[in-house]
C-alpha cells in the first residue's frame, strides 16, 4: 500500500493574496495604529513614527533569518539578555591518573607548608581566599575565631525595651 506524504509542510499557506495570514496580521496592525496615530499627533511626529513602525511591520512580516521568521529572532534575543547567563567549564582532564597523584603528594611532602607553589597561588588570589572560608579549612577557622573574639570585645548587642537588638561600642572605664 503506498501513502501520499506531504512534501512542503514547512510552508505557510498564502490566504491574503501573496501575503500569508500572519504576514497580512503584522502589516494590518502597523496600519491600523498608523490611521489611530494620524487623528492624534502632530504631522511631522506621525510621519516618523509611521516609518518607524513600517520598518518594524516590514521585518516582523518579511524578514527571515536562517529560516526562521524576525519574530523568533526578537524573542530569543530577548529571553536571551533578560536571563541570567551560565557558564560552565568543563576539564579535559576530568581525574588525574594515579602517577601524577602521587607525584603531587611527593611534592607537597618535601615542600614547605608556607611555601608551596600551591599556596602562593591561593594566597594572592581573592578566589583562593573565598573558598578557603567557604570550605571551612582549619586556618581559616582560625582566623575567624579570633576576628570574633577581637569583635567580642569592642562591641556588645544591647536589647531595648521594645526588643530591639543594637549593636553598641563597648567602653570600660577603669
Known amino acids: 500500500m503506498q501513502f501520499q506524504v506531504p512534501q512542503f509542510i514547512e510552508t505557510e499557506d498564502k490566504i491574503v493574496g501573496p501575503l500569508t495570514l500572519r504576514q497580512f496580521f503584522y502589516i494590518g496592525a502597523m496600519v491600523g495604529l498608523s490611521f489611530l496615530l494620524f487623528f492624534m499627533v502632530k504631522t511631522w511626529l506621525w510621519l516618523i513614527l509611521t516609518l518607524l513602525m513600517v520598518a518594524v511591520g516590514g521585518s516582523m512580516a518579511f524578514i527571515k533569518i536562517n529560516g526562521r521568521p524576525f519574530t523568533t529572532i526578537m524573542l530569543s534575543a530577548l529571553k536571551f539578555y533578560w536571563q541570567p547567563q551560565t ?65 567580642k570585645e569592642k562591641y556588645q548587642i544591647l536589647e531595648k525595651i521594645t526588643g530591639e537588638r543594637k549593636a553598641a561600642r563597648r567602653v570600660d572605664y577603669r
Open 87 to 151: 557558564y560552565v567549564w568543563k576539564s579535559d582532564k576530568p581525574t588525574l591518573d594515579k602517577s601524577e597523584v602521587k607525584k603531587d603528594e611527593e611534592i607537597k611532602k618535601m615542600a614547605r607548608p608556607g611555601l608551596s607553589i600551591e599556596n602562593i597561588v591561593m594566597g594572592l588570589s581573592l578566589k583562593g581566599k573565598w573558598q578557603k572560608l567557604q570550605t571551612g579549612t582549619k586556618e581559616s577557622l582560625t582566623s575567624a575565631k579570633q576576628f570574633s573574639e577581637k569583635v
